[in-house]
């Protein structure tokens, strides 16, 4: 079965340090162990999650709103 699309896969780092990869992360790792489902979408606890890093001297530099700058087009960080 042909999709008519050339791909070329790529091997990319994950995680690497980003906090919301990070994040994710632990979200998912949770769910797994903790056999925890949700029956709709629900706020996000990581500015929580990363003030609890940031105590333990992660990601004290991170600045999640240098993100919008740069998808809006603005300067890089």
Known sequence: ?????????RWVRGHAGNPKNEYADHLAVRAATDRI????????AFDTWLEGRRAKGHFVD?????EF????GGPEP
């Not at 079965?1 to 896969?9: A, F, L, R």
């Not at 991170?62 to 240098?66: E, G, I, N």
């Open 62 to 66: 991170y600045d999640p709103d240098s």
């Open 69 to 72: 700058t740069t998808l809006a």
């Open 37 to 44: 489902t949700s029956q709709a979408a629900e706020p996000s």
């Open 1 to 9: 079965m042909q999709s008519g699309h050339d791909v070329t896969w």
